[in-house]
């Protein structure tokens, strides 16, 4: 297992995101980064992971390569039942995804994501400073999977105490059965993957708990890069690095167009 | 109960798309004709318009080039997740506001997920240019599906929890068996609903390869369905197996046959993406959210819409190579025989 020397910021966010995922569970897949993850856990640790993709494709085997949509016609092909987005979330809200993969513009401490819009809230909703897509099936995911793992880019202004958009949920204030008591089913955001790390969310406080470095990172640069007080396990480790082997699955035979992961600058 | 924002229908109300109904005609007739004239006779001003497909995957494009060929006044567009669809439609306001004009969007996802995002989208919500409500993609189809069951609401755990159910038109209720808080979302019942699908015969059955997205829902909540297909077939093969059919000749007002009607996007068994297309598409418009000058959209949409007669014209415009080659990463996807 040589280790890589030339990895880029989102291939080591994909091994990260990988390896979150557990063989045999179902993962309702966002798009982006999780539909890359997702499938390299399939080939490696994870064959019997079960992707399911809001466009209605449950657990296909994914063997015509990386989807460019969730509703791709490559989700389509052998998967096991197949109607449409009610068909699908509404397997979610009856309790079949365990996780939910999704990405987000904007995090705060309770892993509460905005994909919504930047500026002011709510004077400045109908007319936003930056107005992103918005949620697409991401917060139907937060609310009803039984856990959710987030990927969201680290930088200083993407890690807010307070977010300008509230789409998709997570522990919301951190209060005791905060979702529970607002309607939701599932535990919520379980692990964080960012560009400088992985984080959890503390079980009392719900707030985000940074378990792994990635290489070249500390705990302190990992806080001078986000915008609000993080919680630090007692036992926080480095994340290995990916290996050759992962590099060259990711370039190679996972993504190998550079649809999701960019290819560095030679 | 919380009552965030005043209860107006933005489509029909449930009373009226049901009168609707009650007063179309439903009888088993030839609805062929041209888009032409599918879309001045369906397609009014002021309507909500229901878009089919999802993201780039079969979507009605061929149906909103002729309406902008023809012009729109003050429409609502509702979708859970679309791209080319709206953003041909919005571009075409962005150019020619005297004759295309969306007043509002009811959406969950207005984007091309790989192929980037909606600068369109940017420039009309950045300036205010447009209302517009933001639901999820469950939340728009559960919306529809309500419509298209006749009753006034449905509820969800969607939006609980975040910021949609503050800017929409949600109501949380205390659930009257659990007692748990549950969100309601009132029904959607376009005016008029644009469907792309892959077959149809000539009174308006519908197959449907691939996702069905939530174009049976949006047909059957709908006043009024267009339909394109890529393949017109008899009705006796059409229903050779009646569980194939997603949406049925009732629910359906006129049948065109348009092949590659969903080009540049996707359509399963047909074609895959045409990113380039899009991207050189989206690349036209972006500078306009930096106060660049319309001038090439301008000429985009007067070369590939107004310049021609139909979407057949556009279609042509395109190398047969490139065609084939996009109909070949298709049938790579879902290999069979012919």
């Not at chain 1, 993962?27 to 856990?41: D, E, H, Q, R, Y």
């Not at chain 1, 697409?136 to 039984?146: E, H, I, L, T, V």
């Not at chain 2, 500078?287 to 556009?314: R, T």
């Amino acid at each position: 297992m040589t280790v890589s020397t030339d990895y880029t910021a989102q291939e080591i966010i994909v091994v990260a995101g990988a390896k979150v995922l557990e063989n045999n569970k179902i993962v309702f897949v966002g798009t982006g980064l999780p539909m890359v993850a997702s499938l390299l856990a399939i080939r490696t640790h994870a064959p019997g992971l079960i992707p399911v993709f809001e466009a209605g494709a449950v657990g296909p085997p994914l063997h015509h390569g990386l989807p460019i949509s969730v509703g791709d016609s490559k989700t389509f092909t052998g998967a096991s039942y197949l109607k449409g987005l009610n068909g699908a979330f509404e397997l979610t809200q009856r309790g079949f995804a365990d996780f939910g993969f999704i990405g987000g513009a904007e995090v705060d401490m309770y892993g509460n994501l905005n994909s919504t819009m930047m500026g002011d809230f709510p004077d400045g909703y109908g007319k936003p400073k930056v107005r992103l897509p918005g949620s697409g099936g991401a917060s139907d995911m937060a609310a009803s999977c039984d856990r959710t793992i987030l990927i969201v880019p680290h930088d200083k202004k993407k890690f807010n105490e307070k977010l300008s958009y509230i789409t998709s949920p997570g522990h919301l204030d951190g209060s005791p059965n905060a979702r529970y008591n607002a309607g939701m089913q599932g535990k919520g955001p379980y692990r964080l993957i960012t560009t400088k790390g992985i984080f959890d969310f503390e079980e009392k406080t719900k707030r985000m708990r940074l378990i792994h470095t990635f290489p070249g990172e500390t705990v302190e640069s990992i806080q001078a890069a986000t915008g609000f007080e993080l919680l630090v396990a007692a036992d926080v480790t480095q994340f290995a690095p990916p290996t050759k082997e992962e590099v060259r699955m990711i370039r190679e035979e996972v993504d190998p167009l550079g649809i999701f992961v960019k290819r560095a600058a030679k | 109960m919380e009552n965030n924002a005043k209860m107006v229908w933005t489509g029909l109300s449930p009373d009226d798309a049901r009168e609707a109904l009650v007063v179309k005609d439903k009888s088993m007739r030839d609805k062929r004709m041209t888009l032409k004239e599918a879309v001045s006779r369906f397609v009014k001003p002021g309507d909500n318009v229901g878009i089919g497909g999802f993201v780039n995957i079969r979507q009605p494009i061929a149906i909103t080039h002729e309406m902008v060929r023809q012009g729109f006044k003050d429409l609502t567009l509702s979708f859970q997740s679309a791209a080319m669809g709206p953003e041909i439609l919005a571009g075409a306001m962005m150019v020619r506001p005297d004759h295309c004009s969306i007043k509002r969007i009811e959406l969950a996802y207005w984007g091309h997920e790989a192929f980037g995002l909606s600068p369109a989208w940017r420039y009309l919500a950045e300036r205010g240019l447009i209302e517009f409500e933001d639901w999820s993609n469950y939340n728009m189809s559960a919306r529809f599906k309500a419509g298209a069951m006749g009753i006034p609401f449905i509820p969800t755990r969607g939006p609980l929890g975040g910021d949609i159910k503050n800017t929409s038109r949600t109501k949380i209720i205390d659930c009257p068996f659990t007692g748990r808080k549950i969100a309601l979302l009132p029904a959607s019942n376009p005016n008029v609903g644009l469907i792309h699908v892959q077959a149809a015969d000539m009174y308006g059955n519908c197959i449907v390869r691939g996702t069905d997205a939530t174009c049976a829902e949006i047909a059957m909540a709908s006043a009024h369905t267009i339909v394109t297909c890529e393949q017109l077939v008899s009705h006796e093969l059409l229903v050779s197996n009646p569980k194939d059919i997603l949406i049925p000749f009732p629910a359906v007002d006129a049948v065109i046959k348009v092949p590659f009607g969903a080009y540049p996007g996707a359509c399963r068994r047909h074609y895959y993406f045409n990113g380039e297309h899009i991207r050189e598409f989206l690349s036209l418009i972006a500078p306009m959210c930096k106060g660049g000058s319309p001038d090439a959209l301008k000429a985009w949409y007067d070369e590939h819409i107004f310049g021609v007669e139909n979407f057949e014209d556009y279609i042509e415009k395109f190398q047969t190579k490139k065609l084939i080659a996009d109909q070949a990463a298709e049938s790579y996807n879902c290999e069979r025989f012919a």
